[in-house]
Structures are given as C-alpha cells and as structure tokens.
C-alpha cells in the first residue's frame, strides 16, 4: 500500500534535505549530512541526518551522537512537531508529501575550504570544537582513571568529527576527543582526534570508537607537542596524552607535552629557558630508543634529563592498575629532591578525595 509508514518513510527519504529544512530548521548541511543538535530541532551538531544512501545506511535515516537515540524521518515529524499520536505524525507526513517541494536559495558563500591535514584545517576544527566539561571526552578521560582534569584547555570535544576508513569508502561521523598541537609559541599547527564510542566504554578498547584507526593527527606536527602548562626551567614529554595526563594527576603543577608518537617524541623542541627536562618513556623499543635519543639532544643543549620509567607499559597503565597513591610513591623516587617538593601534589594538599 501506498499509504503505509513504510512507503512514507521511503518517500519522505526521497526528500529528506526538504524534510530536514522544514522539521530541523536549526540545523544545516554539511556535505551528505544535515546537522543539527538533536531531533527535536535544537541547535547544535549532535545529530546528523543521511541525506542520500550509502553502504553505511539509507537517506533518511538518523543518528544522535550525544545520546545514541536513531531513527527514520517519520521519528523526525513526531518529535519536532510534538505529536504523541502517531495518526498525527501520518496526516503530517502526507501534508507535507503533497505540497511542493520548495526551491532552495543559494547556501551563503562560506570561507575558501582549508587544504585536509593541513594546520589551518587542524585550527578551524579545533575552534569549531568545545569544552570537554560535561561531555563524553570528559567521560573518557575518567575511564581512563585521569580525573583531575586542571589546566587542559588544550583538549576539546568536537560531536561530529569526520572520519574517512580509506580513499574508497564513505565519510563517517563519530565523536572525538580533539586536541590542539601548538609550537613552542603556542600556536596551533596541528590537531590528534580520537574517536569515541558513544554506545559505552567497551574494556579491550577504553572508549575509542570501534573503527580501525580511533587516532589519527594532522598538521605540521615534528617537533611539536599537545601541552599542559607552559614550561619554564623545568618540564616532562612523553608519548601519549593519556600517558601525560596521568603524571598530571601526581604532578599537575608540572609543565608537561605529549609528542602523540616515538618519532616526534625524540625530536621534540626544547624551550630556550629549560635547565631541566623529565623524560616519561613508554616501556616499548620504540620509547627506549626516543628516550635515548633525548638524553642526548638534551646534553647537547645543557639541559639535565632525568628519566621516568612506568612500573607497567606506560603511566598510564600504572595509573589505572596501581592506583593514585601507587604511582605517586613510584615517580616520587625518580625526580630531583628539589623538584618533589615543588611539584608533587598530596590529596590533602590539593583538596581532592
């Protein structure tokens, strides 16, 4: 029958950007997708419509990113219109199927695209991202057991961030953690996202999405580093973010970079006023050879290296299986006596539980 939900849900897909601009006016669209902040019209970018059909699902159908919520465009009738009968969402549906289809005006001329993976893409994401406060990055991050989250204005949170598997496949969207890769002036020139599942936090993959490469950066990233603080006489570079913010946890008053890899790591700039410089290695070949190489860079240069081993593969291993007061007590023995006083932080002093 002509008339079924089903054949509704297939002609209003037929239809579904003049669907979205009429029942998600405060959205907009970006690319194959129309964007808006969820499917009761509220602005933002959370959810996000298929407007034409692909291998990864039809037009018309949707995704919520913030919540998980999905559905079709008949769900999009019901919910922007408030109906609670759905013979009301069916007269609605058949209205809006007969009358025409209105002629869209010229999209307002926007800024020239940035060249993909270049630093100005990587700054536009990251302006276009917010806060991580309250959102699923935050979420991630304490799964991760790193909850004293001060001075990590360089870590944002973007609901629908590309990704594309490979050359021959669709663009999808996930959310992702998003963090800016600054020079030692702090600009941006680059950007590491890190793609979220929003479904939960499955343990083989502590809440990365369940895609093949949940990590990926972009910009002029040699020699730079995402950081925590600025560094004065005295800082720590390691690898990985999480690796660095799990010091921060015992050491937050105590400028830190992640390099985000081995190579960049050891090649990673020093700042002109550094007299001091802790080396947080990953236990791998890849960290042995990047902390050595650094210990010679920072000879070279007059600065003293000390390095900071992980009882497990990475601090953050250590944060997670040893506990707070564990890794505290195993990097406290490591530092120069005048820096524990400086920089390592007790629960009382710091007021957290």
């Known amino acids: 029958m002509s008339g079924t939900p089903h054949d509704l849900a297939r002609r209003l897909a037929s239809q579904a950007e003049a669907v979205c601009r009429r029942y998600l006016s405060n959205g907009r669209r970006a690319g194959r997708f129309w964007l808006v902040g969820d499917v009761r019209n509220t602005p933002g970018r959370s959810m996000f419509v298929r407007l034409t059909a692909s291998a990864k ?5 949707w995704t919520d990113a913030a919540t998980g919520e999905h559905g079709d465009l008949l769900d999009v009738i019901r919910e922007a219109s408030g109906f609670t009968a759905f013979k009301d969402v069916i007269a609605e549906a058949r209205a809006f199927l007969r009358s025409p289809t209105p002629d ?33 990055a935050e979420a991630y991050l304490r799964n991760r057991g790193i909850r004293d989250l001060r001075g990590t204005g360089s870590l944002r949170f973007h609901p629908c961030c590309y990704y594309l598997p490979d050359e021959a496949s669709e663009t999808e969207i996930w959310p992702a953690l998003i963090a800016a890769v600054t020079d030692l002036d702090g600009r941006i020139v680059g950007v590491q996202r890190t793609w979220l599942d929003p479904e939960g936090f499955d343990v083989r993959r502590l809440g990365k999405a369940p895609i093949e490469t949940p990590r990926r950066a972009m910009g002029d990233l040699l020699s730079h580093a995402v950081r925590f603080g600025s560094a004065d006489d005295v800082m720590a570079a390691g690898e990985g973010i999480e690796t660095m913010l799990s010091l921060r946890c015992v050491l937050p008053h105590l400028p830190m970079a992640a390099a985000l890899s081995a190579a960049h790591f050891a090649a990673i700039r020093f700042p002109k006023t550094l007299r001091r410089l802790y080396i947080a290695r990953d236990d791998d070949d890849a960290g042995n050879v990047a902390a050595a190489t650094l210990i010679g860079r920072a000879a070279d240069a007059g600065i003293e290296a000390i390095v900071l081993s992980p009882t497990s593969g990475d601090f953050n291993e250590d944060l997670r299986w040893l506990g707070l007061d ?6 406290r023995v490591q530092m120069a006596p005048q820096d524990v006083a400086r920089f390592v932080e007790y629960r009382a002093q710091a007021g957290l539980p």
């Open 104 to 136: 869209y005006e010229p999209a307002p001329r926007q800024a020239s695209p940035a060249p993909n993976g270049s630093p100005e893409a990587a700054r536009r994401l990251f302006a276009m991202s917010k806060p991580i406060s309250g959102t699923l």
């Open 326 to 331: 564990n890794l505290r007590a195993a990097v």
């Open 57 to 61: 699902g039809g037009a018309g159908k």
